[in-house]
């Protein structure tokens, strides 16, 4: 048996408390009368009817990065834990309107919280999800001055503002064919590296770093984000059903422009002419599949995932990060690319 | 010709400051690539495209009680202006989920947001217009000590809360039969009264007054948005079309739970068997609003919407505001009640 690695270790001793931060920050909601919307909540976290064989309220990622990253350079971890509570809550109110916007039926292997409970229900769900994140990262009252308070307001703020950009540019431009690599870039820098970049900089800021380490760790943070959608697009194609949640290769039935398809889109060949045409059978997101295999799309995807994930490592290195966090953020980087969900 | 009233002279030398703020919070969306975002935010707001008699921005009533209330307690009401144009931006983000949320069409004479661009880019609008108005609560780094910031950030927040707390009870309540008018009050403190209550302690927070004064103030929003919202519900009976913006009894067509139709469905008469039937033709929503009238429910809402202004007026008057404030608030309140609109 291989000992657990320095991740492990790190993510045994956060995980427990980040959940139990979550419980409490989402805990806002059960007030008199409010169980039912409560619950609510506490089912797309993922804290009842998990039947799936993945944890279902997904691998609090960013908060492990904002704590990680807190550690590393010189700070308490249990300090940032609000804020890490808030990173994650963000993320997921950005989930629960994404599914609704792509009529996205499943997340996390169970039925999405629109299904569930409807659309009205749910475009309010996530509302509350946004504001007890908003509520969150202000609950600071106790040691932390005001004025870091309103430093790291602002970064969260300033993260959510850039998912709505990314969020915009994905929805207006899915079914239209001109979307350029340039454009894709810019897109994906808002939905995914803008926040995991405010967990970077959050972290560092709330363990105490100056602002150019602040900005230096953002820097890392949007490198490794990026890396982190490209593997995504790559696993919402290839990827296994059984590991993601998510039906198979349902970015191409649901006509997501994601990195394969747009270098391929550009090459104007056969998987251009066939993503044009209207219906999505079975049989013609396996031609799709088959296309961007043999027009180089998979390989060239797989190929920036893995140059993003260097930058990223070489900016993280670069910043000298204390140990045992700094071992357990390069295997983090490194983990998130070779995932398989 | 009369002389302009003392409200009327306050808004006349704040609304155009209001107005400047907001679009100048808005504005923050407008970078590289992102004006088709901004244009759609833009036209929520009522900056474009206003075809309608009605100001297609709404009448700012939010921003301008902050403003006035900062003034009362001594304040400089110009240091409240991001605070008041967030305050205006929430109201904002809320009506954009809610049209989505309740199907309704039209919003101030005009097309919603929705109905223009598609749910789910309006969604993402809804969301970046919230996440604005929280760049806007933070927006104080010059003079303000960041414990304020974080004070009134915190008061917002917990607005919000409320606001999705209320909007639940409302979208779970549709349809229902069972709601009480116990429950009806619990629906709209939420929905409602919340902002408008933080509009007013928030103006206090910012104007300088102590806690006393400031929980005193909210108390005063409290009752004041409480009235506004049962005169509301009137309106969408028995308001005037031309003037509302919305279809004529467009709260009976959509099965509303506003004050009159829950205090007629307790009574269990005419009215609650008519309810009860599915299909709302105009013919049958004609009958609805007869028998309102007929079983004392218009008369009911009237009474209350008076109550709970009398109250308001009482409660302001117990906190000695500065004139003119003073005076311009006691008008605001006064003219809320007697709104055609």
Known sequence: MTPPSVLDQQAASMLPAVERELQRQVRRMDTPGMSPFHRMLEYHMGWSQARSRRPPGGKRVRPLLALLVCRAVGGRWQRALPAAAA?????NFSLVHDDIQDNSPTRRG??????????PLAINAGDALLTIANLAILDFSRGTPPRTVTHVARMLQQACLDLTRGQHLDLSHKQQRSLTVRAYWSMIDGKTAALISACAEIGAALGGAGTPAQLRYRRFGRLLGAAFQVQDDLLGIWG???VTGKS?????????????????LRLNGRFAR???????????VATLRSLLEEEGAMAYATR?????????VAELEALHPREPAASALNELVRRLLGRQA
């Open 110 to 119: 169970r039925p999405a919280l629109w299904k569930v409970y409807g659309m």
């Open 248 to 264: 198979a290769a349902t970015d191409l039935v649901e006509g997501k422009l994601s990195l394969p398809v747009v270098y391929a």
């Open 304 to 312: 920036q995932a893995k140059r993003l994930t260097n930058a990223a």
């Open 240 to 242: 296994d059903e059984a």
């Open 274 to 284: 066939e993503w044009s045409k209207p219906a999505r059978s079975a049989k013609r």
């Open 87 to 91: 990173l994650e809550i963000v993320h």
